[in-house]
């Protein structure tokens, strides 16, 4: 039986930090709930990052990682970086279509629409499958219009102020 009786649809978006992070507090929650839970990173094949063991430690918690192990710019994609979302995106299809999962996080999937890894056609078809039951959070920079439209909860993130503008460059269990 799903944990939830209507699951809505979130978009956390903007240039400020804690996207993600207030994605992994509703994983946390929901699995306090006993829910069951899928995360899919996009362009997050890196191996370093502190939710990756984090979630192994939560039962209910199923974390599929998408994406090679360098950054790039917008527009500096390779083919590799193309298959690997169109990987993400067919996990993603079959985790919003599963009925095991109560909540499914779409990880930084707004940013691989914004630099071109995949289209917003998909996402939006992607959406219109979501079981009626499953809670969806879309999470990462540039959230489509389209997107911010059909969410029911859209939180911007807003950079007021922010270590890096000091010279203090990304440290090992707080940015990642």
């Not at 192994?56 to 710019?73: A, H, N, Q």
């Amino acid at each position: 039986m799903s944990l939830f009786e209507r699951g809505l649809i979130h978009v956390y978006t903007g240039n400020g930090k804690g996207k993600t992070t207030a994605a992994m507090g509703l994983i946390v929650r929901c699995v306090g709930h006993g829910g069951k839970v899928a995360m899919v990173q996009f362009m997050k094949g890196w191996p370093f990052y502190g939710e990756i063991k984090g979630l192994s430690y939560l039962p209910g918690v199923d974390l599929f990682r998408t994406g090679g192990d360098k950054c790039f710019r917008k527009g500096e994609h390779t083919e590799a970086d193309l298959k690997e979302a169109q990987r993400g995106l067919a996990i993603a299809r079959n985790c919003v279509t599963d009925p095991k999962y109560d909540l499914v996080v779409l990880d930084e999937i707004n940013v691989a629409v914004d630099f071109g890894l995949l289209s917003l056609s998909d996402v939006l078809n992607l959406i219109g499958i979501k079981l009626p039951t499953i809670e969806l959070v879309l999470t990462g920079r540039h959230a489509p219009r389209e997107l911010i439209e059909i969410a029911d909860l859209v939180t911007e993130m807003v950079e007021v102020k922010h270590p890096y503008q000091r010279d203090i460059m990304a440290r090992k269990g707080i940015e990642y």
